[in-house]
């Protein structure tokens, strides 16, 4: 199935502005995040910042349903993306997805496959449209939280696979994973110049990763 996704230029209402700090050189940066992703989370939302961003170190930031940040985490690797997801806890229920070693082991399959030149990002999204783990660029972050929710309240779930072109020719594929009986959606973002083709290649190879470590 084929889409043409127009991309909506005015999203700053869907934006909100925190400041971040980083946690080794302690520079100073606000960030325009999108509203949705912290309203949607249930606990803390991991915020991924790549080096660059704010200064020449990568880190993680983790803001509460305030916007408000709570605390910070160094990393040993760069992130090449910033991404968002919902942090797990000790209290959170044992048969949440999010909560499972086998979530950030398939965010790793996710950082792993992104090169900048064929797939420029990727994401985990519920059936209804929330946002597990994102890489996607804002703009495509907020078209595809979009695309799901309309799907979901038109009782479009059943279609498995997705293929949407956006304006840009940039390339999106989004097909259904299941854990424990539970649907969700894993979606791929290529560069302008991969075919769908090639896209699907791509996705095949990774839902074959995901499926040895299930």
């Keep these: 199935m084929n889409a043409q996704n127009s991309i909506s230029q ?3 209402e869907f934006l909100k502005e925190i400041k ?3 946690p080794e050189c ?3 940066k606000k960030l325009m995040i999108p509203k949705k992703v912290i309203d949607q989370s249930k606990q803390l939302t991991t915020i991924s910042i790549p080096s660059k961003l704010c200064c020449e170190h990568s880190f993680q930031a983790f803001v509460d349903k305030n916007f408000i940040v709570r605390g910070y985490q160094k990393v040993d690797f760069e992130f090449s993306h910033m991404e968002f997801y ?3 806890d000790d209290t959170s229920d ?3 997805f999010t909560s499972q070693p086998i979530f950030q082991q398939i965010i790793q399959l996710l950082r792993d496959c992104i090169d900048d030149k064929e797939i420029l990002g990727s994401g985990i999204f519920s059936i209804e449209g929330k946002v597990l783990y994102s890489s996607l660029p804002q703009t495509t972050l907020f078209n595809t939280i ?3 929710e309309v799907r979901n309240e038109k009782n479009l779930i059943s279609i498995k696979k997705m293929y949407l072109e956006l304006e840009n020719s940039e390339k999106f594929i989004s097909t259904i994973i299941s ?4 649907k969700f959606n894993l979606v791929l973002m290529f560069a302008f110049r991969v075919k769908f083709g090639l896209g699907n290649l791509h996705m095949r190879d990774l839902l074959k990763k995901i499926e040895k470590i299930k």
Excluded: A, H, V
């Design 26 to 28: 302690s520079t100073d």
């Design 94 to 96: 044992t048969e949440d």
């Design 10 to 12: 005015g999203n700053e």
């Design 86 to 88: 919902e942090s797990s």
């Design 179 to 182: 854990f424990n009986g539970i």
């Design 20 to 22: 971040i700090r980083c």
């Design 146 to 148: 979009r695309e799901f």
